[in-house]
């Protein structure tokens, strides 16, 4: 059963939680009890494959789907047409640290693990709850959801896709893949502001009961394909098991020894996920939050005070350029052990204030778990022209937040576990700042965003993901820009509610 972050809706099953996306009158689902998993159990899955995997993690938390349904949902999934060969291989960068590749999914995002199953999720739970109206997904996104949701939801029957990004605030590629999004129900808006003024019209809309009852009265329902949906976050799960059973194949370590994840993370999804995975039984050690210049998460674990009454950058890993990481309400309810008292009243500070102070107690056991720091612009460029140099290898900017957040680790505690760091998107997703890593920013003069992709291309050999392959040749379907106060009524004129 799943239950409310703030103890303002009765408990429901796995199908109404993801029919939802989030709580009504405002907070999150999340399941009332975490399933443990013995060592056994654990070590069960060296040698599987990732499907397998998945079956034994996603079939804990959804007890009103049956095997048969679960099993059907991951073969839609997690096949050769969406993945290639391999769903979430690792490599090595050198001994003890591995880079986890999520991107090799459609649209070259770690966002495709959980968003290529979902929409199979969803499907089911629209007729097992008996939904009777059409479901409207909004999507804010910064940049690598809004196509990976795109992409499961166009052409599902019975539900329409509305995703907004901030325009002139995700990268050209980005961009492209959005606007170029066939499908009969799919519309894409460019939105004058932040991902935070995407995403805060989307949680007024999903929080406005009045709006959704007149949605209602016209045959509509809302739900989510953000990571406030817990059928967006439970896929995510997976992974972390799939990784340590992979290292323990390898023979780098014994099972039942410790590992890191380091996490770049905007939202909390990616990293909360980990922690679940922890609280399941897998051997986690420490989870490293990687964030950019826009380092609230590193803020806020160093002094227990959340502020997003602050400046905000626009980077060169624009996935993470975030002041309200959505996910954090839920880590903060299982870490006080469910006190929903304590969540009403800092959820409620920072919508009205912008900031709220967790206690003491609650700060370390934060510090217990997790471990945050941050890497500038520079930081993240040099990272990638060390790996590519030192290693051979690619590094998008996100995932390169992650491993320079990763040497400051080491630098600062002297632990040297075994680490994965989690890599979130394929680096031609970001070639311009890759290239510029590399070769220096004199190389980008007078080039287009796809001249620049194909010189990354002759300097490292990788091949060009078949989801940014002559991105710019597809013809744009997708112009509408908006400023931020008009989102609902850009909501109302796709519905055509008036």
């Not at 109404?16 to 654990?42: H, N, Y």
């Not at 590992?259 to 490293?288: C, D, E, H, R, S």
């Not at 612009?377 to 998008?396: M, P, Q, R, W």
């Not at 003069?445 to 990788?462: A, N, P, R, S, V």
């Amino acid at each position: 059963m799943y239950i409310s972050t703030r103890g303002n809706f009765d408990k429901v099953q796995a199908a109404e939680a993801i029919k939802l996306g989030m709580v009504p009158a405002g907070g999150l689902f999340v399941p009332e009890q975490i399933p443990t998993l013995s060592k056994d159990e654990i070590n069960s899955m060296i040698g599987l494959r990732y499907q397998e995997i998945a079956k034994k993690i996603i079939r804990l938390y959804m007890n009103d789907y049956s095997t048969d349904e679960i099993t059907q949902c991951i073969l839609n999934a997690y096949n050769e047409n969406n993945f290639g060969q391999s769903i979430a291989p690792l490599q090595r960068l050198k001994d003890g640290t591995y880079i986890l590749e999520l991107w090799h999914g459609p649209t070259a995002a770690f966002k495709d693990i959980a968003l290529q199953i979902m929409p199979h999720f969803l499907s089911l739970a629209l007729k097992k709850v008996k939904a009777d109206n059409e479901i409207v997904i909004l999507v804010a996104t910064s940049g690598d959801t809004g196509k990976a949701a795109l992409e499961g939801f166009k052409n599902v029957p019975g539900i329409k896709i509305i995703v907004f990004y901030p325009y002139e605030g995700v990268s050209k590629v980005q961009e492209l893949q959005m606007s170029t999004t066939d499908g009969d129900n799919t519309y894409v808006v460019a939105v004058k502001g932040n991902f935070d003024d995407c995403q805060n019209a989307v949680k007024d809309i999903f929080g406005d009961e009045g709006y959704n009852q007149v949605l209602n009265l016209k045959g509509f329902e809302l739900s989510s394909a953000n990571s406030i949906n817990w059928g967006r976050l439970l896929p995510q799960i997976v992974y972390y098991f799939s990784a340590y059973a992979d290292i323990c194949k390898s023979g780098d370590i014994k099972a039942g020894d410790k590992v890191n994840f380091v996490v770049p993370t905007g939202n909390f999804g990616n990293i909360l996920a980990g922690y679940y995975a922890k609280q399941m039984g897998l051997p986690i050690n420490k989870l490293v939050c990687a964030s950019n210049e826009n380092k609230i998460l590193t803020d806020f674990f160093d002094t227990g005070f959340y502020n997003r009454n602050r400046s905000f950058f626009t980077t060169n890993s624009p996935s993470m350029d975030i002041l309200i990481s959505s996910n954090l309400e839920r880590f903060l309810f299982e870490i006080t052990n469910h006190d929903k008292d304590k969540i009403n009243q800092w959820f409620t500070d920072l919508r009205e204030k912008g900031c709220f102070e967790v206690d003491r107690k609650t700060k370390e056991i934060m510090g217990e778990i997790l471990w945050a720091g941050f890497a500038t612009e520079e930081d993240t460029l040099s990272a990638i022209k060390e790996v590519f140099e030192g290693n051979d290898y690619a590094l998008d900017t996100h995932t390169a937040v992650g491993v320079k957040v990763y040497q400051d680790y080491v630098e600062k505690t002297g632990d040297n576990t075994c680490t994965v760091v989690t890599s979130t998107a394929n680096p031609y997703k970001f070639n311009s700042a890759v290239l510029e890593a590399i070769k220096g920013k004199e190389v980008l003069y007078g080039k287009d965003e796809f001249q620049i992709l194909d010189e990354l291309h002759l300097l490292t050999g990788m091949e060009i993901h078949p989801g940014l392959k002559d991105l710019d040749k597809r013809q744009v379907l997708h112009e509408l820009v908006c400023e931020k106060n008009q989102i609902r009524v850009i909501v109302d004129e796709i519905l055509q509610l008036k």
